[in-house]
Structure formats: C-alpha cells, structure tokens
C-alpha cells in the first residue's frame, strides 16, 4: 500500500509564499496536487511525470512551480503570490502507469479519476 505525507501548510498573507511536501513510501510513475475549497470540488493544480513532464491548472501557472526528487520519493510544490482563491485543502496523489487500467503511455495528467493513492490533506489559507 502506497503511503502519501504531505506537509507545509499553513497560512500566509496574499503576495506571500508557501511550499508543500508530500513523503511517498515508493517510487511512482506520476505524482500530483490537487485542492478542494469549501464547496467546491477538488480540482487539479499540477502534475508531474517520473520523467519530468509537468502539467498546471491554468490558475496557477507562472505562479507554482511542482518538482520532484526521484532519490527521495518527495513530491514539492512552490506556491508564490498567493491569493485568496487558492484557499484550501490540497491533497497529494500519485498513481503508477498502469494503475486504473491505463495504457503504458497514458500521459500524467491531472485527472482525478486516474490517481488511487491519496494523502491526508494539508490546509492552505490566504488571507486577504
């Protein structure tokens, strides 16, 4: 069973800066953060391959930045000029390839469906 720890929530004012951490127990072949706000549904935010390729919401882009250390099965996300529309709880996930019956060469995307390894959650709120 595939364990996911994220870390490094917290709150900070708009403008500001956080970056989260998710520990994974083993390598996996696509690895991603996704969010839920109060009401809404949980929505990707980025995705990253095991060979580097990245995907990102729209929302996000030019203002997170997802990495991964393969050696240490660590997943990051720097998160910058924060606002308050990104208030929520992100969650890490992750899948290997041919997890829900993917093909070998099924693209990391940042589709929910496709991720069956979740973390608990870590709290992000941005105060305005």
């Known amino acids: 069973q595939v364990q996911l720890v994220e870390s490094g929530g917290g709150s900070v004012q708009a403008g500001g800066s956080l970056r989260l951490s998710c520990a994974a127990s083993?390598?996996?072949?696509?690895m991603g953060w996704f969010r839920q706000a109060p009401g809404k549904e949980r929505e990707g935010v980025a995705v990253i391959g095991r060979d580097g390729s990245t995907n990102y919401a729209n929302s996000v882009k030019g203002r997170f930045t997802i990495s991964k250390d393969n050696a240490k099965n660590i997943l990051s996300l720097q998160m910058n000029s924060l606002n308050a529309e990104d208030t929520a709880m992100y969650y890490c996930a992750a899948r290997n390839r041919y997890d829900r019956g993917l093909s070998w060469n099924s693209p990391c995307d940042p589709k929910e469906k496709e991720f069956p390894y979740w973390g608990q959650g870590t709290q992000v709120t941005v105060s305005s």
């Open positions: 083993s390598a996996m072949y696509c």
